[in-house]
Structures are given as structure tokens and as C-alpha cells.
């Protein structure tokens, strides 16, 4: 399955209807090309200042087994299980102090948006990504030597799309089902607070 586009109220760009999570992944290794395509959409996300505070750190199993292992052992169980054929792992890092060692206010929203602009930009190649809070982030800084700055905000599992009659039954309901989101005006008001839009 790779569509799985959302039953928007009003049409919306394919690219942001069209993408989704999914967890039926195959081991088909993502292209180089592919690869420097989603990391150069996310170097243009915007940012406070421009600041530009998001890093992120790329597992290629196909590149280097040993690190990519190393950032898999970090998953919770229930995302290994899925991520078992994922060739690439993306950490998002994002630096937490400005350069005048301030703390900034806007690098997890930053750094957000980069990965947003990151999985949107594998969507329109035709991959899948997946983003996970799922992972063991104090396990991850001492493995990785992250500098004491520097925040590990999520992973990403990037690859292609496979066959989804080989997930465990329950995942594949969850693959299969209709994608949901609050009602509009739950979370979008209009002029005050609670006042739907
Ligand atoms: C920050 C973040 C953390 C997430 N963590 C996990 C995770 O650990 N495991 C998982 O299976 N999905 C995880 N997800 C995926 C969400 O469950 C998914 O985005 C949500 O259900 C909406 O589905 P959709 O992305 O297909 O629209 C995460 C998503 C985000 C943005």
C-alpha cells in the first residue's frame, strides 16, 4: 500500500494529503541521489534568524552496518519490529543555545519544520518515512558523544514502500485503516480562545 491519502474537509496539495506514516517497509537501499534529496529539502526549511539550528545524522545500513545498528538499538521494541527492513535511519538533532549561547526558543519548532520539510520531499520521490519519538534519546547522546547543546528529537525511518500482508496482523488494521485528525475547528479558532473557526 502507498496510498493512504487523507479525507480532507477542503482539497489540499497531494503532497500534503497524499503523505502518511506507514510501516510496511522493504530493504530496497535508498539511492545516494534520494538520499541528498531530503536532506537538501530540509536545509531550506525557514528558521528564527535563520538560524538553521537542526542537524541531522543519517544511518545508511548500506554505508555503514555497525553505526546504522548502533542507531537501531536505540528504538523502542515496538519500532524495531517494524523498522526490521528499513535501510536508513535519520536522527534530528538540533542545537538548543544561539551563538550567543542563549537558549533558543524556536529549535525544536525549527528543527520540526525541517523534518516536515524532510518527509514531504520523500514523499514526493515515492518513499516512505516515518517519523519516531519511540527511540532511547539518552542512549542515543552517549553512543553518538552528542555535545551537551544539542537535543535528539526524534528518527525518521526512510525507505521504500513494501508488502504489507507481512506485518503482524494488528499493524496491518492499523496500515489499512482511514486516517484521522480532530475536527477544524477543535484545533483552529477564530479571533479567541475555543471560539471555532
Ligand atoms: C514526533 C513524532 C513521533 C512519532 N513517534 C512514533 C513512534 O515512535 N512510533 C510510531 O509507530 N509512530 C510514531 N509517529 C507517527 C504518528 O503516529 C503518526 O504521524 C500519526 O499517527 C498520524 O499518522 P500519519 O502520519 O500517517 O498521518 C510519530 C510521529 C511524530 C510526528
Same mark, same amino acid.
Given at each position: ?11 489540499? !496539495?497531494?503532497? =500534503?494529503? /497524499? ?11 535508498? $539511492?545516494?541521489?534520494?538520499? !541528498? %534529496?531530503?536532506?537538501? &529539502?530540509?536545509?531550506? &526549511? ?10 541531522? =545524522?543519517?544511518?545508511?545500513?548500506? &554505508?555503514?552496518? +555497525? %553505526?546504522? @545498528? ?19 535511519? =535519520? ?8 551563538? @550567543? #549561547?542563549?537558549?533558543?526558543?524556536? %529549535? ?6 525541517? %523534518?516536515? $520539510? ?7 520521490? /515515492?518513499?516512505?518515512? !516515518?517519523?519516531?519519538? /519511540? ?20 528518527? =525518521? $525511518?526512510?525507505?521504500?514502500? #513494501?508488502?504489507?500482508? @507481512? ?9 489499512? $485503516? +482511514? ?5 477544524? #475547528? ?7 480562545? @475555543?471560539?471555532?473557526?
Amino acid at each position: 500500500m502507498t496510498n493512504k491519502s487523507a479525507p480532507t474537509a477542503v482539497p489540499v !496539495h497531494e503532497l =500534503i494529503a /497524499g503523505r502518511w506514516s506507514p510501516r510496511a517497509y522493504s530493504s530496497e537501499p535508498v $539511492s545516494r541521489e534520494h538520499l !541528498h %534529496a531530503v536532506l537538501e &529539502a530540509a536545509r531550506w &526549511a525557514p528558521s528564527s534568524y535563520n538560524a538553521q539550528p537542526w542537524r541531522f =545524522i543519517v544511518f545508511d545500513r548500506s &554505508a555503514d552496518e +555497525v %553505526a546504522f @545498528k548502533q542507531a537501531f538499538a536505540t528504538l523502542v521494541p515496538f519500532n524495531q519490529d517494524w523498522n526490521a527492513p528499513v535501510p536508513v535511519l =535519520i536522527a534530528v538533532t538540533t542545537h538548543t543555545l544561539t551563538n @550567543k #549561547g542563549e537558549v533558543n526558543r524556536s %529549535a525544536a519548532y525549527d528543527a520540526g519544520a525541517a %523534518a516536515m $520539510s524532510l518527509v514531504l520531499q520523500a514523499h514526493a520521490l /515515492g518513499l516512505a518515512a !516515518h517519523q519516531m519519538g /519511540g527511540f532511547d534519546a539518552a542512549a542515543f547522546r552517549t553512543v553518538f558523544s552528542l555535545p551537551a547543546d544539542v537535543d535528539v528529537l526524534a528518527m =525518521i $525511518s526512510l525507505g521504500h514502500y #513494501g508488502d504489507v500482508e @507481512k506485518l503482524d496482523p494488528v499493524l496491518r488494521e492499523r496500515e489499512k $485503516s +482511514v486516517r484521522t485528525r480532530f475536527p477544524l #475547528g477543535e484545533v483552529a479558532y477564530q479571533s479567541a480562545w @475555543k471560539k471555532a473557526f
